[in-house]
């Protein structure tokens, strides 16, 4: 309803969103909570003029938002040059594709990298292609159909950077490594307020924190029903079955704003703490599309690269759980595309629950 009332969405800086906000404080105050609507400014990106990407050979021509679009907080610019592949891996592996700058070695300067989604976020592998002398870059997911909405998370990278489907990292890739391509991104940034929402039940015990959260926003593209929507309503559901509880731990509960630009509430949230407040957040569970239709029952992998310590005992309770009911679990990789990441990187042990998205299962 909060979407189809305002324009359909509920993303960031819109209407729909901040009726999300008010519906969930409403929720929660008469679950008997005092929640804080935490204000922040969240920075924003679009299109000046339309982009391009043109391969030589290229049948019918690439389309914009079909083939490509540039990610929120690429740099502008206009580029004809060779393309590289970088790290890719063999088959449908993880792929850590331009997440360390060694993965860059022998970069001719100048060209274009070809880079695979995975394990690390997408402003690392911007970086790290723009401190090799890259002069753009395109991103592709070989498991999601089409070409994924993303963002760089806030200003800052100079060089031109795509998404690309994957039929367009096919022509980039293989035996076409190395053909020239022209790319031009022209986009500008805009800032807005917006919000998380935050719940507390005090536990007995004041020097434990448990943080659950999900995000609120939704993309422009809908209303968000599975991202994020399924992952809230199950954390609000929580908050009321828990609300007449007297746990030992405190439990916080957390609706994020503005993770589809970049995770910026959970950044925000974590960089206003200070050091002790951090300090006591014994570990967080993220809740990020847990209702999608084409189901997988995926809990995080906490033995994965960059795992805070504690990260694994977290899996291992939750699988343990659902095994328990005679559920069949797997493991969903410990990346860097929902609010766990800004968890993980400040080493505050981290999990959750997630049923998939666009992939085959």
């Not at 189809?4 to 901040?18: F, K, V």
């Not at 939750?318 to 929902?338: E, F, H, K, N, P």
């Amino acid at each position: 309803q909060a979407a189809d009332r305002n324009g359909g969405n509920r993303a960031a800086g819109t209407e729909g969103y901040d009726a999300s906000v008010t519906y969930v404080a409403d929720q929660l105050r008469q679950a008997g909570y005092r929640p804080q609507i935490q204000r922040f400014d969240a920075t924003t990106a679009r299109n000046r003029t339309a982009p391009v990407l043109e391969l030589p050979g290229a049948a019918g021509g690439l389309r914009a938002d079909q083939d490509f679009r540039p990610f929120a907080f690429s740099g502008n610019g206009e580029v004809a040059a060779a393309t590289r592949p970088v790290d890719l891996p063999s088959g449908s592996g993880t792929s850590t594709s331009g997440c360390e700058p060694a993965d860059f070695a022998g970069f001719p300067r100048g060209t274009i990298a070809v880079l695979q989604r995975g394990t690390c976020p997408f402003r690392a592998k911007a970086q790290n292609a723009q401190q090799a002398g890259a002069a753009a870059a395109v991103i592709f997911d070989p498991g999601q159909p089409g070409v994924v909405s993303g963002t760089l998370g806030r200003p800052g990278i100079t060089i031109p950077v795509l998404a690309g489907a994957p039929e367009v990292a096919r022509e980039l890739t293989g035996a076409n490594a190395g053909q020239q391509a022209r790319v031009r991104v022209d986009v500008e940034t805009r800032s807005h307020p917006t919000s998380n929402v935050l719940a507390e039940l005090p536990g007995s015990s004041g020097d434990r924190v448990v943080m659950v959260g999900a995000h609120l926003d939704s993309v422009s593209a809908g209303p968000g029903m599975n991202d994020n929507a399924s992952g809230s309503a199950t954390i609000l559901e929580l908050a009321r079955q828990l609300a007449t509880t007297e746990p030992t731990a405190t439990v916080r509960f957390a609706w994020w704003g503005s993770e589809e630009l970049g995770l910026l509430g959970s950044r925000h949230y974590l960089e206003q703490l200070s050091p002790a407040d951090r300090d006591r957040i014994a570990l967080y569970l993220n809740l990020d599309m847990v209702g999608s239709r084409n189901v997988r029952r995926l809990v995080y992998d906490g033995t994965a690269r960059g795992a805070p310590p504690g990260s694994q005992v977290i899996q291992q309770v939750l699988t343990d759980y659902l095994r328990g009911q005679d559920l069949a679990v797997g493991t969903t990789s410990l990346g860097g595309g929902s609010d766990h990441a800004p968890f993980a990187a400040a080493g505050i042990p981290v999990g959750g629950l997630f049923t998939g998205a666009g992939e085959a299962k």
